[in-house]
């Protein structure tokens, strides 16, 4: 991690739309990332999420190679390996799959409105007489 931004073309070229075998849920949440042995800890924004893999917003450049470790919400820690890297994005392959959906925060689900999410007032109209 030096600063300089790298890109293996050799993966990067491989992970392209077109030889791409894996469905990509695009989405936007953070997770935490650092290196094994590091005490620094990263927060960065997830883009793409897939079960072997994810691509992320981050703002250094990291060496194609380098293990990865990271904590997502649904999905605990990961670890993983950077498949590339260019400025401000950086491409990380999962060392086991996952579950996409299990990122996702579940919302609702319940039977009835809540009172926190009900109206609070309830205006009654009466007829003039």
């Known amino acids: 991690m030096d600063g300089v931004d790298r890109v293996d073309t050799s993966m990067a070229e491989a992970a392209g739309p ?4 894996r469905k990509r ?5 953070t997770a935490k990332l650092w290196q094994p042995g590091s005490e ?19 703002d250094r ?11 997502m919400h649904g ?8 498949a590339w890297s260019t400025r401000g994005r950086v491409g990380i ?5 996952i579950d996409p959906k299990r990122a996702r925060k579940q ?9 926190y999410a009900k109206p609070a007032l309830h205006v009654v109209r ?3 007489v």
């Open 107 to 115: 919302v609702g689900g319940g039977t009835t409105t809540p009172v």
């Open 18 to 21: 077109e030889t791409r075998s």
């Open 25 to 29: 849920d695009s989405l936007f949440m």
């Open 40 to 58: 620094q800890i990263f927060e960065v924004r997830v883009r793409n999420l897939s079960t072997g893999g994810l691509m992320i917003e981050f």
């Open 93 to 97: 392959a999962l060392d086991w799959e």
């Open 75 to 82: 999905l605990g820690e990961l670890s993983g390996t950077v």
């Open 61 to 71: 450049a990291l060496d194609p190679g380098a293990a990865v470790l990271l904590y």
């Open 126 to 128: 009466t007829p003039r």
